[in-house]
């Protein structure tokens, strides 16, 4: 967990960008392991103390209203989110603000009334309304109505406004970004979201791990590996390149040798025209190799001999060798001429693949993938600081789930 980080969440449920901010922020702390505080405050009150007047709503143009409203709708769209705009925004929110301070349970009265006003369309200047709001959220809305004029209530929501001032907060949504040993950092708009998350993420006790499960026999695993580098890079992930014998895989857990030849032909060419399609999006050379199958027992071995922050440059080779120069990888004059390519030793390392001890470490390591649930290849292991067992996921094309996942998603299925 990161519970040295945390982050102030300052709002007004009469911002629709903090209402389209409130589930995104706290799903963004939740992903990172880290503390969020609901800062309830007055948005007018913020717009009078750091601008002189209400807000920039008061002289924006015609047109740019227009293209904020549109704005608004399409990001709801695209975070899949209900959204309606109220004829009556804006509403005066003094109350309802009051109402969220006085609630006891800040995050579960700002979503009631979040949903109360940008979904439903309700009065929420109304103390009946939020009365009858909070009490269906399974709140004491009438308790909390009173309590809204008690002056600890008024004065705990002015000291808030006046914090959000002070950190630099000029709207809402605002979040101040607070990291063990670092200064804090202030954010602001829904649409930055993603860069608190970075920031939550840099100061996560532990990089997330994303380890390759690859035989360069597969074309699947050579597509993944074309892009495996830049997702983990994108997400700060530690990677690690964990080669298997795909074959000794198949014959332990009962799959064919070779599936594409099992398939249908209907089927063959689907899969043929798809891996090329893939590579085409990817913008990367594809050639379906003369000698497939290919054994790769003395690739595998060769670099399983490096230790894994070195295995990358020959690991890129091999498949590059096999799926776009059609070279030979059981024949050692190619591959000692591949490991000579990135600046190794091929004739030491070849020598290496006999040796008993890599034999047992390729042996070994096709058994871990096993253990791990590895039922084809590539496949990804996802472990993070708050999912230290981590998720496997097979198939290059689930590398968009990957990269979810490398960004702290948990899937509810393991």
Not at 48 to 70: C, F
């Amino acid at each position: 967990m990161n519970a040295a980080a945390r982050v102030e969440f300052y709002f007004d449920v009469a911002c629709p960008y903090a209402y389209l901010a409130h589930r995104r922020i706290e799903a963004a702390c939740a992903r990172q392991g880290a503390t969020l505080e609901w800062k309830p405050i007055l948005l007018g009150g913020l717009f009078r103390s750091v601008r002189g007047d209400d807000g920039p709503m008061v002289a924006m143009p015609a047109v740019k209203g227009r293209m904020n409203v549109l704005d608004l709708h399409r990001w709801a769209e695209h975070l899949e989110l209900p959204f309606t705009m109220p004829s009556s925004h804006p509403q005066r929110s003094v109350l309802a603000m009051r109402c969220v301070v006085a609630s006891g349970d800040v995050p579960r009265a700002a979503k009631a009334l979040y949903r109360a006003y940008w979904v439903d369309g309700l009065d929420v200047t109304s103390g009946a309304v939020l009365a009858r709001v909070l009490s269906e959220a399974g709140l004491d809305g009438p308790g909390i109505v009173a309590g809204a004029e008690a002056t600890a209530t008024k004065d705990q929501l002015f000291a808030n406004t006046a914090a959000a001032a002070e950190v630099g907060a000029f709207g809402v949504p605002s979040y101040v970004i607070h990291r063990e040993g670092k200064e804090p950092v202030f954010e602001f708009g829904q649409d930055r979201i993603e860069f608190v998350e970075q920031l939550l993420r840099e100061a996560a006790p532990s990089r997330p791990k994303l380890t390759f499960y690859f035989d360069y026999s597969s074309p699947f695993a050579y597509l993944g590996a074309t892009q495996v580098h830049a997702v983990a890079k994108r997400q700060g992930a530690e990677l690690v390149h964990q080669p298997f014998l795909l074959g000794a895989l198949f014959r332990t857990i009962g799959t064919p040798d070779v599936p594409l030849f099992t398939m249908p032909a209907v089927k063959q060419r689907f899969v043929n025209d798809d891996m090329h399609r893939w590579a085409k999006r990817y913008g990367v050379a594809l050639r379906f190799p003369s000698r497939f199958p290919m054994n790769t027992v003395k690739s595998l071995r060769m670099t399983l001999q490096l230790p894994n922050e070195t295995r990358e440059p020959l690991v890129t080779a091999l498949f590059h060798a096999l799926w776009v120069d059609d070279r030979d990888l059981n024949d050692p004059a190619e591959l000692c001429s591949i490991a000579a390519s990135v600046g190794l030793d091929g004739a030491a390392l070849l020598a290496g693949a006999e040796l008993a001890e890599t034999k047992d470490a390729l042996r070994r390591a096709t058994s871990e993938a096993e253990a791990r649930g590895v039922c084809g290849a590539p496949c990804f292991l996802v472990q993070t600081a708050v999912h230290p067992e981590g998720s496997l996921f097979w198939g290059q094309d689930r590398l968009s789930l990957v990269e979810k996942a490398l960004a702290g998603w948990i899937p509810k299925s393991g």
